[in-house]
């Protein structure tokens, strides 16, 4: 039904080797060749997850971490799985992956593999959760820390925000005649029908989880909708690896990879706006494109550059017919997105909803004003016309046009860059896996003994 093992991966690297690292990449790039073979050596450096040191005074717990699938270069969620483990393992406590599959996995962990063939439960979501919790309740851990695709643990932290909200916001962007059909919709079509069975059981009120909401926006969402008291809910938002995502002036050779990047895309001599997104709709991409081709119309100097995996023609389209198609670039989905970072003057992502961005994170740790809305778990963190800016409604397009234009002034982007710097300086990764791990050692010390049942 299920395996374990060691994952066959590279040992993660100590913090004195990593320390040295800024040092001996600077000496390395000033002897590169070319810009490309300079750029392949900040990608590398680029991959580490963040470092934490050994805890003092603490003893080392042995912690469940269960996802569906893990993988060290998937989307939000599995990235930040991954980072954590790491720190976990580098504070020394035990750590167990629970997943339908691995790629990238620490091997210093020990990985449990769930084979939702096992369950005769349909369909596939809850096969996994169903195995998961038979596995999960053979397991002598100390803490089960679930991700949002299973529903047996003692903290579940749903990445994703709660599945009715995203699902209200997402009637909005819809036309009228679509956007009628929508309350029947969530009763009736299968998707939701199963999202629905999954939160039933996820929030069953007879049950002693605890829950960890990555926004206030998100623990509102979890009273509001299934009933969770407050004092059941734990709120801390997103971190960021401010030591990987830092300002271009960390390094002076990234200037040069700026410049030649701007150039590649065509965009140099412009005020370059970045969107980072893997669902372009519910991040706003459309009324973002309606709000360049207004400034187009204008003609003021404004580009923007769309990183993500999705299909680009209909958008393509509407910035055809919004006229800015040569001010919009498409680049895909790209590995490491932080030479985009460094070569945008601003970010922005005028979402319809998000439990709290980990795109704009990195955008404020790499010194950029974001501008997106009040939808956006992040932008609690944000003081709107200090770090960027706000917005109330994402369908307002007078009022995204009159931000980006605010941020067209060198001078207004140098002060809020340097805000969203200190910022995200505040709101480490760091901060965040030491407020976690107080609510693992809560909840180890609150929750009787568990029973394990034996295999």
């Known amino acids: 039904m299920a395996g374990q093992g060691h994952c066959s991966v590279p040992r993660f690297r100590t913090a004195q080797r990593q320390r040295r690292r800024p040092a001996l990449l600077v000496r390395a790039v000033s002897r590169c060749a070319t810009v490309e073979h300079a750029r392949q050596i900040v990608v590398r450096r680029d991959r580490r997850p963040g470092m934490v040191l050994p805890l003092e005074g603490r003893q080392g717990m042995k912690i469940a971490l269960v996802l569906a699938h893990y993988t060290s270069t998937g989307g939000g969620t599995e990235r930040w799985t991954h980072h954590h483990a790491h720190m976990l393992i580098n504070a020394g406590h035990e750590v167990h992956l629970v997943a339908e599959y691995f790629d990238g996995a620490p091997h210093e962990a020990t990985c449990h593999h769930v084979d939702p063939a096992a369950s ?10 169903d195995t998961a919790e038979r596995l999960l309740r053979k397991l002598d851990v100390d803490v089960i820390h679930d991700m949002g695709d299973g529903w047996y643990c003692d903290l579940f932290m749903p990445h994703h925000g709660v599945r009715r909200a995203v699902y209200n916001q997402r009637t909005k962007i819809l036309t009228p005649p679509h956007r009628w059909m929508r309350p029947a919709a969530f009763h009736l079509l299968p998707r939701y029908v199963l999202f629905k069975a999954m939160e039933k059981r996820q929030y069953a009120p007879d049950n002693r989880t605890t829950y960890l909401a990555v926004s206030d926006m998100v623990g509102r969402h979890m009273q509001h909708y299934h009933h969770v008291p407050a004092e059941r809910i734990r709120v801390i938002h997103n971190g960021v690896d401010a030591e990987l995502f830092d300002p271009i002036g960390s390094y002076p050779h990234r200037r040069e990879l700026r410049r030649v990047l701007r150039y590649e895309l065509g965009v140099d001599g412009r005020v370059v706006f970045l969107l980072v997104a893997h669902d372009f709709r519910l991040k706003g991409l459309t009324p973002l494109i309606h ?3 207004s400034m187009v119309e204008r003609d003021l100097p404004v580009a ?4 993500g995996r999705e299909q680009t023609s209909r958008y393509e389209l509407l910035a055809e017919r ?5 001010s919009v670039r498409f680049v895909g989905a790209q590995p490491d997105a932080i030479r985009y970072y460094h070569a945008a003057d601003a970010y922005v992502q005028p979402t319809y909803y998000d439990s709290c961005s980990l795109t704009v994170l990195e955008a404020l740790a790499c010194g950029l004003p974001a501008i997106t809305t009040r939808f956006n778990g992040a932008a609690e963190l944000m003081q709107s016309g200090l770090h960027g800016h706000v917005i109330d409604n994402p369908d307002d397009i007078d009022e995204l ?3 980006l234009t605010k941020y067209l002034d060198p001078q207004t982007r140098q002060g809020a860059g340097l805000a969203a710097r200190k910022l995200a300086q505040r709101n480490t990764i760091e901060h965040n896996f030491e407020r976690i791990c107080n609510v693992y050692e809560q909840i180890a010390h609150d929750r009787p003994s568990r029973h394990v049942k034996s295999a």
């Open 120 to 129: 005769t439960m349909r369909p596939h979501r809850l096969k996994f959760a």
């Open 291 to 293: 709000a360049i081709g």
């Open 304 to 307: 923007l550059i769309v990183v």
């Open 322 to 326: 919004c006229r800015c198609r040569q």
């Open 401 to 403: 046009v009159q931000a």
